[in-house]
């Protein structure tokens, strides 16, 4: 019984082994074929999380809500861009959204408030 358990294993392992060498060679022929490194989903998702602050992350959720013309969570991410990222570039993205929005819903007088903001905003990082 335990030589028999012994057996599977080891036919199992090296089964196992003869498929993942395959695979390793089917993608290392395609790279040599088209000359492109072969790209995983998961270095898709780590090359776009690292290439996004937390605050993009966040305004991209609020574009994603006011498409979907959810006006109160996307002013929500906007707000909280706003609130805790004040020190970055991407507050005036988050002004400038909330204002396109406001005039979405066609709400001029904090639409206009918003711009101001934006520009004033924008005026930090030009310096």
């Given at each position: 019984?335990?030589?028999?358990?012994?057996?599977?294993?080891?036919?199992?392992?090296?089964?196992?082994?003869?498929?993942?060498s395959?695979?390793?060679?089917?993608t290392?022929?395609?790279?040599?074929?088209?000359?492109?490194?072969?790209?995983?989903?998961?270095?898709?998702?780590?090359?776009?999380?690292?290439?996004?602050?937390?605050?993009?992350?966040?305004?991209?959720?609020a574009?994603?809500?006011s498409?979907?013309?959810?006006?109160?969570?996307?002013?929500?991410?906007?707000?909280?861009?706003?609130?805790?990222?004040?020190?970055?570039?991407?507050?005036?993205?988050?002004?400038?959204?909330?204002?396109?929005?406001?005039?979405?819903?066609?709400?001029?007088?904090?639409?206009?408030?918003?711009?101001?903001?934006?520009?004033?905003a924008?005026?930090?990082?030009?310096?």
């Amino acid at each position: 019984m335990l030589r028999q358990k012994i057996k599977l294993f080891v036919i199992f392992s090296i089964l196992s082994s003869t498929a993942f060498s395959a695979v390793n060679e089917d993608t290392k022929l395609l790279e040599e074929l088209t000359g492109k490194k072969h790209v995983t989903k998961q270095d898709i998702l780590a090359k776009r999380s690292a290439a996004q602050s937390p605050a993009q992350l966040i305004l991209r959720q609020a574009r994603e809500a006011s498409i979907q013309r959810q006006y109160r969570q996307a002013l929500e991410h906007y707000d909280r861009v706003i609130r805790h990222y004040a020190n970055t570039q991407e507050v005036v993205q988050a002004y400038k959204g909330k204002a396109d929005l406001y005039t979405e819903m066609g709400l001029e007088s904090p639409a206009q408030l918003n711009r101001q903001l934006a520009d004033k905003a924008g005026q930090k990082f030009i310096k």
